[in-house]
């Protein structure tokens, strides 16, 4: 897995990554209106890419929502779990009633088909009506991923794997964007917790 980013805070637990996490979800979400505004550091592009049920998914789906965001693949042998079973922990933290949106994005799309990506939300309790997996082709996962969500994924070279399954080197962190579809904060996972990182702008 690529190796974390410089980080502001160190040694945060998970329980105190997810209640980070839930504070700038509030502040976005204007529960807290005297805090000061966050730092804007991109916009997200439009996108078509396809759900874990089969139907088509783009940002109008997300419009007006805010959105957590991160890009693993299922058959991931390092921290992709722990990464999916954080978000879990993120979607049961959220207050009931919140309109806020959890996002997993494949960078293997080749072998995470809807049914396959299902099959493993269904592990972790997703919540489909708030937790979407999204695959569709390398190009298009690749654009949103990189371009707007500034999560990388390089394929592993095939003479550089360690096992069958060590196919990519990706992010891992989780990425917060905001009603308006900007991107507004970033999370470094270490596969075991979840901290505040910089943002290059």
């Not at 730092?39 to 783009?58: E, H, K, M, R």
């Amino acid at each position: 897995m690529a190796k974390p980013g410089r980080m502001l805070w160190l040694g945060l637990g998970l329980s105190g990554a997810v209640l980070v996490l839930a504070f700038l979800l509030a502040v976005l979400t204007r529960s807290y209106p005297e805090t000061k505004p966050l730092l804007v550091y991109g916009q997200v592009a439009d996108f078509s890419l396809t759900n874990q049920n089969g139907q088509p998914f783009s940002l109008a789906d997300l419009r007006g929502q805010v959105w957590v965001a991160d890009i693993i693949f299922t058959r991931c042998p390092g921290p992709c779990l722990k990464m999916t079973r954080q978000m879990h922990d993120l979607q049961a933290a959220l207050p009931p009633g919140s309109q806020t949106k959890l996002v997993t994005l494949t960078t293997d799309p080749e072998f995470d088909t809807p049914a396959v990506l299902k099959a493993y939300s269904q592990r972790f309790m997703a919540d489909s009506n708030r937790w979407v997996f999204l695959t569709g082709s390398p190009k298009k996962i690749a654009s949103l991923a990189a371009d707007s969500l500034k999560l990388a994924a390089v394929e592993t070279k095939p003479e550089e794997r360690e096992s069958p399954v060590d196919l990519f080197i990706h992010s891992t962190i989780f990425v917060v964007i905001d009603k308006h579809a900007q991107l507004r904060g970033i999370f470094e996972t270490t596969g075991e917790n979840v901290e505040p990182t910089q943002v290059r702008r």
